[in-house]
Nanobody, 127 residues
């Protein structure tokens, strides 16, 4: 059974750093791909950072320069490093990553991938 388990949320002062992690278990093939989404109260979930299989990264304009997405060498854990958290930052962050029910070569991963979500990690920005 595939699971994505997030950690790293909690209380942080405005402008403070924070790091989220998201560990995947149960996938037969490990992928470098992944994404982080943020959701503010009453708003839709929005993508803030993605990392491709090649390692290339893309960020939302609102977080560019402050957020960094990366993976560990084993490709089991996805991270989101935040250097400066704004007071109006989204309250909940979710990770999304592909998993594979059977061993899948790189050339077929886009065909047989199943995307999973973490359950979300809550951040409270307060001084």
């Amino acid at each position: 059974q595939v699971q994505l388990v997030e950690s790293g949320g909690g209380w942080v002062q405005p402008g403070g750093p924070l790091r989220f992690s998201c560990t995947t278990s149960g996938s037969s093939t490990r992928s470098n791909e992944g994404a982080w989404y943020g959701q503010a109260p009453g708003k839709q979930r929005e993508k803030v950072a993605i990392i491709k299989e090649t390692g290339s990264t893309t960020y939302a304009d609102s977080v560019s320069g402050r957020f960094t997405i990366f993976r560990d060498n084993a490709k089991t854990t996805l991270y989101l490093q935040i250097t400066t958290l704004k007071p109006d930052a989204p309250a909940v962050y979710y990770c999304k990553a592909p998993a594979f029910p059977i061993p899948t070569p790189p050339g077929l991963q886009q065909v047989f991938r199943i995307d999973y979500w973490g359950s979300g990690t809550l951040v409270t920005v307060s001084s």
